[in-house]
């Protein structure tokens, strides 16, 4: 084969057609149906499959600025668009690379070009976390404390660089209705009050780190090499720190492993097996000459004090130093990859660093995160007092490490910013309700699946959401089922704990339905209760109430906003305080209602056929006389004029060209002569001008209502009631 690019080219492309034809066919078969027939299928493919997901997260952690994490055999369906969308990203830069090269265009020297993370090793089926481990909690001597009985209370045994006793610190602070019960922050004082080193505040030239190859970290997990590595930090003036967390197999969490760095070495503390032996890095972490150099150290503040009883005195937080500068992004990777030119992988950021030992590619990851940041520190203070916004990230980070933490039990009712607690103090079930949008009527339910799920991880030390996730809990709130059967039923993704608890969980939603349902009646008789009948059984004193409620509407509200301007119904007292008793008068009330009844029936029988008639002119004065005599020439054949009535019959006006023959007809004249000369001449009736008006659109007319739209052809209905022809003429 030929070194030459084009005769590798002429080489690969044959071979790579069958591949491609091979692994449409596979796509278009049963490849679980196969698997399930022979094992010797099921492991090839398995190790197949194994090795193109290694291929294609190896192919991601290599392109910089990739938005898509490792994947999986499990989200490989959900990211497979994205995949695509990111191929499709690499082959164009692939192209204009190459088109660099050949270009001769490519300005980077070997100085500046860009180092990357070997996880070369990642793969390794050997080196990854068992599914079921030993947890870590087990073995600590002091078994941590969930029941949030008392105020958290910080674990310091001693207090190095104290302004303030460690006795006065620790005194409990009264609580208040808004602030409850609480311990102070043993070192709120100096860390408000004590000044950084002098060597901050000038500019200084950038120290470069080490080469990266050449040096490894030092593991830190016995209490010998932990006091070798603080004699090292008492002698620096500047530290790097950082931490790994893991919060799912745990109730609050739990730090697992810590990094802290100087110019010359890297290393790596067990914070498992040194967890209560790490207080003595107190001597250098509150020492104000020493700084700290975190990055993003929110919550890092948050973990040192609660796990290990650490606090950080002269903290500066490079996040707050890359948001003053205005860069655009402010993440470590960003400044590594700026600053360093070193590229980092994003798959190790939710790994399970509880595992024991941790992989190489793993402790390279973690030793990348402080390595290369006091260089970073170096050049952003250098940028911070060129632009004079040094003090202000001195504020930010003072504020970050003031920040205390303290039970949820316990948490504030107003917040504070420097008070963390984990979650809502009261009713936070709540949030889920309306962060999924479940009625009502289901709050109820949640509330209690609730309660279970946070008492059984707090027993077990567990996260809730690896009790019963979220998503599960507003499941089982939907649905509601009410025997065991049910509960296992309501999902695929169903935890271990609410397997095995499924017939609590049952008895939980049950009891849930038959209190609401108990409350509701509850309820409706608590309404109903006060309310009397009507009608007969009204008393001589429910009387009184309402005629006394009706006359003080009456003298406090006006008459025109009580009743109708046209209604009389209301007008008056509506009932005497005697009614129900002097029946004189309900007579003489009968008597008047009928009076007027029979008034009303005597206007009803009017003939309603009467109707105005206008004087005969002179045309129909002949058909009057006609009608007159007809009338009267019948009228003798009746000798009693009571027996049969007959109505007059209507004379309608005749119009149109019947009215005119019947005139012609009764005038016996065809012509009128003296009108010849008009007959000839223009009309002098008016046209309509609403044609006219409608051809000719004035838009500052007043009359004129614009221009109409063209009237839409009416369709006929297309369904199965239309006809072929009618279709064919639409």
């Not at 197949?48 to 055999?73: P, Q």
């Not at 008047?592 to 029979?598: H, Q």
């Not at 065809?670 to 009736?685: G, R």
């Amino acid at each position: 084969m030929s070194d030459s690019p084009s005769s590798a080219v002429k080489n690969v492309l044959p071979k790579l057609a069958p591949v491609i034809r091979a692994a449409s066919g596979l796509a278009s078969n049963d490849i679980n149906f196969y698997r399930s027939l022979d094992h010797n299928i099921a492991e090839s493919v398995s190790d197949s499959s194994t090795k193109i997901l290694g291929l294609i997260n190896s192919l991601v952690s290599s392109v910089e600025s990739s938005e898509i994490n490792e994947v999986d055999d499990k989200s490989i369906k959900e990211s497979w668009s994205a995949l695509g969308n990111f191929l499709d990203t690499f082959l164009e830069k692939s192209d204009l690379a190459f088109d660099e090269i050949k270009k001769g265009t490519k300005k980077e020297s070997t100085q500046n070009s860009m180092t990357y993370l070997d996880d070369s090793n990642s793969l390794s089926t050997s080196e990854r976390a068992p599914r079921r481990m030993e947890k870590p909690q087990s073995k600590f001597t002091i078994p941590i404390d969930n029941s949030e009985s008392h105020p958290f209370q910080p674990l310091l045994k001693s207090k190095p660089h104290a302004l303030a006793p460690l006795k006065e610190v620790l005194q409990l602070t009264e609580g208040t209705e808004q602030d409850p019960s609480h311990y102070p922050q043993p070192y709120e004082k100096e860390i408000m009050q004590q000044d950084y080193n002098e060597a901050i505040l000038s500019p200084s030239e950038p120290i470069k780190f080490r080469d990266w190859d050449s040096t490894e970290a030092i593991w830190v997990d016995t209490v010998e090499v932990l006091n070798n590595m603080l004699e090292s930090l008492k002698e620096a003036t500047e530290i790097a720190v950082d931490l790994e967390h893991h919060d799912y197999r745990t109730y609050y969490g739990i730090v697992c492993l810590m990094q802290i760095s100087t110019r010359d070495q890297d290393w790596l503390i067990d914070t498992l097996a040194l967890r209560h032996e790490l207080h003595t890095l107190n001597v250098v972490f509150t020492d104000p000459l020493i700084t700290k150099v975190f990055h993003g150290a929110f919550m890092d503040i948050i973990w040192l004090q609660r796990d290990l009883g650490l606090y950080v005195v002269s903290l500066f937080d490079t996040y707050h130093a890359s948001k003053q500068l205005g860069f655009p992004k402010h993440s470590l990777a960003y400044l590594l990859e700026r600053f360093a030119h070193f590229k980092t992988s994003k798959k190790y950021q939710l790994a399970d660093w509880r595992i024991r030992p941790l992989t190489k590619p793993m402790r390279e990851y973690a030793r990348s995160d402080t390595h290369f940041l006091l260089y970073i520190f170096d050049e952003l203070k250098n940028s911070l007092i060129e632009s004079q916004k040094l003090d202000k990230v001195l504020f930010e980070s003072r504020n970050v490490a003031v920040r205390r933490f303290e039970y949820t039990k316990f948490k504030p009712l107003i917040n504070q910013p420097n008070t963390y607690s984990p979650g809502e103090r009261d009713e936070p079930w709540k949030r889920l309700v309306y962060q999924y949008n479940l009625p009502m009527s289901r709050s109820k339910i949640v509330e209690q699946l609730y309660n279970w799920r946070d008492q059984i991880a707090r027993q077990e030390d567990e996260s809730p959401r690896y009790i019963m996730p979220n998503q599960l809990l507003v499941s089982l709130a939907q649905l509601s089922p009410t025997d065991p059967a049910s509960v296992l039923a309501s999902g695929n993704a169903l935890t271990e704990h609410v397997r095995k608890n499924c017939k609590v969980i049952a008895e939980i939603i049950s009891k849930c339905l038959k209190d609401a349902e108990r409350e509701d009646f509850e309820l409706y008789n608590d309404v109903t209760a006060d309310l009397k009948p009507t009608g007969e059984d009204l008393s001589h004193g429910d009387v009184e109430k309402i005629e006394a409620i009706f006359d003080e509407m009456d003298t406090t509200v006006p008459h025109s906003q009580l009743f109708s301007s046209s209604s009389r119904l209301l007008d008056g007292p509506m009932l005497k305080s005697n009614s129900s008793e002097n029946t004189n008068q309900l007579h003489e009330r009968k008597n008047l209602i009928n009076e007027k009844l029979a008034n009303v029936n005597v206007l009803l029988k009017i003939d309603a056929s009467d109707e105005k008639v206008d004087e005969p002119n002179d045309d129909v004065a002949a058909d009057v006389s006609n009608v007159e005599n007809t009338i009267n020439a019948n009228a003798g054949m009746f000798e009693d004029t009571e027996d049969i009535v007959v109505l007059k019959k209507k004379q309608n006006n005749q119009t149109g060209d019947l009215a005119d023959k019947k005139r012609i007809k009764q005038t016996g004249a065809a012509f009128d002569y003296k009108a010849a000369p008009n007959v000839m001449a223009k009309p002098t009736y008016k046209k309509d001008d609403k044609k006219r008006k409608s051809d000719h659109f004035d838009p500052y007319s007043k009359e004129s209502e614009g221009p109409r739209p063209a009237k839409k052809q009416s369709r006929m209905h297309q369904g199965k009631t239309s006809s072929f022809a009618n279709k064919k003429k639409k």
